[in-house]
């Protein structure tokens, strides 16, 4: 079990993420014991990952991926790991979580990310929208959220899942927001909310809880 603390979420309360930057506003010894500290959070990151892929029903999932804490130049302001369905290894659909310094949040994205070297265009990902409604049903709608991949970042404030599925007039406006776009649905738990929270039960849980919509790709 690992607890999900305020410590966590504080490594990524600060202005520059830029080696190159701190490194001219900071002494070795400064710039040494940042370094530390994401890597230490990080670790912790990495093993609650590798945890949670062992507990995910065998043979379902691919390997997780876990993005390192730098990618060389910079410290990351978040850190990312991403569940792929055996079946759909090579799409660009998939889980991701992330910790940034708002939220633990664990959602199922369309990666756009050197989305040529895979399969399945967003126009396919995006029809599971139509998924969504009887797929709920199935889960707690607390702490769920559905936003617009293009007009939102990690830190903006997101629709309510539950406001989303109660009036029309917000899932038409957000199904025409999207265009070109993709959705994004998943769990938050709040820096404030972390009190706490068991962060393999909270992912695991909520990959199970995304599993069943997103094991819908394969018969759009």
């Known amino acids: 079990m690992t607890q999900l603390t305020d410590e966590m979420f504080q ?22 014991e940042l370094k530390d500290k994401f890597k230490g959070v990080w670790q912790t990151w990495k093993a609650v990952n590798q945890a949670v892929a062992k507990k995910l029903p065998a043979g379902e999932f691919a390997k997780v991926h876990v993005e390192s804490w730098t990618n060389g130049w910079n410290l990351r302001d978040h850190y990312w790991a991403s569940y792929r369905l055996q079946d759909l290894a090579d799409a660009n659909p998939c889980i991701g979580v992330m910790l940034d310094k708002k939220q633990l949040q664990v959602y199922l994205m369309f990666q756009h990310y050197k989305s040529e070297k895979r399969r399945m265009a967003p126009e396919q990902y995006n029809k599971l929208l139509t998924d969504i409604p009887s797929w709920s049903k199935q889960i707690d709608l607390q702490d769920w959220y559905i936003w617009n991949g293009e007009m939102s970042s990690e830190f903006d404030k997101h629709t309510k899942l539950n406001d989303y599925l109660k009036q029309s007039d917000i899932q038409t406006q957000f199904k025409s927001d999207l265009k070109e776009a993709t959705f994004l649905i998943g769990k938050f738990i709040f820096r404030d909310q972390q009190h ?10 909520a990959i199970m809880d995304l599993a069943p919509l997103y094991e819908n790709l394969d018969k759009k």
Do not use: Y
């Open 11 to 32: 490594i990524f309360d600060q202005p520059e993420f830029s080696f190159k930057k701190i490194k001219m506003q900071h002494t070795e010894a400064e710039v040494a």
């Open 196 to 205: 706490d929270v068991n962060m393999e039960d909270f992912i695991t849980q």
